[in-house]
């Protein structure tokens, strides 16, 4: 559905998506980085704990941009209104209606995680957090291509 104007129907602007494109292959490299075993092994503890802090600050803001784009996508192309005061669980229902994403729970396990990112002073939480931001890179990029096919 595209918006219409006093001279009729009119394309809605593309989305920027620069800034997601960039976290996403910022988070993706990091991701990538922390499967080396071999060199994880070779930092000490601090240095570790300090990568995979890197590693969860990558997906926190990777993913709120996901979440912040999806609301735009459906404000331009299905309606203004589209994602007034709705949960983030219907965002991403809605999401998964116009194809932009495949699974809504576990874009909703994405989203607790990144709510669990405000305890990273516990290191069991600390720990799961970032094993949820290794597993959170191939859904933000697979986001991304449908962004990117659908920015129109």
Wanted: charged residues 25%; neutral net charge.
């Amino acid at each position: 559905m595209r918006a219409s104007g006093a001279s009729g129907t009119h394309r809605a602007m593309p989305l920027e998506l620069t800034s997601l494109q960039k976290a996403v292959t910022a988070l993706e490299a990091a991701v990538a980085r922390s499967r080396e075993d071999r060199w994880l092994a070779t930092l000490d503890d601090v240095t570790r704990t300090v990568f995979k802090a890197g590693v969860v600050q990558h997906f926190a803001v990777t993913y709120e941009l996901c979440w912040k784009f999806v609301k735009r996508w459906l404000e331009t192309n299905v309606s203004p209104t589209a994602a007034d005061g709705v949960t983030r669980r219907e965002l991403f229902r809605q999401a998964a209606e116009q194809r932009l994403v495949d699974d809504v729970d576990r874009w909703m396990t994405h989203h607790h995680a990144r709510n669990q990112t405000s305890h990273l002073y516990d290191a069991a939480i600390a720990e799961v957090v970032f094993e949820a931001a290794r597993g959170f890179a191939s859904d933000a990029r697979a986001l991304l291509v449908a962004l990117e096919a659908r920015n129109d």
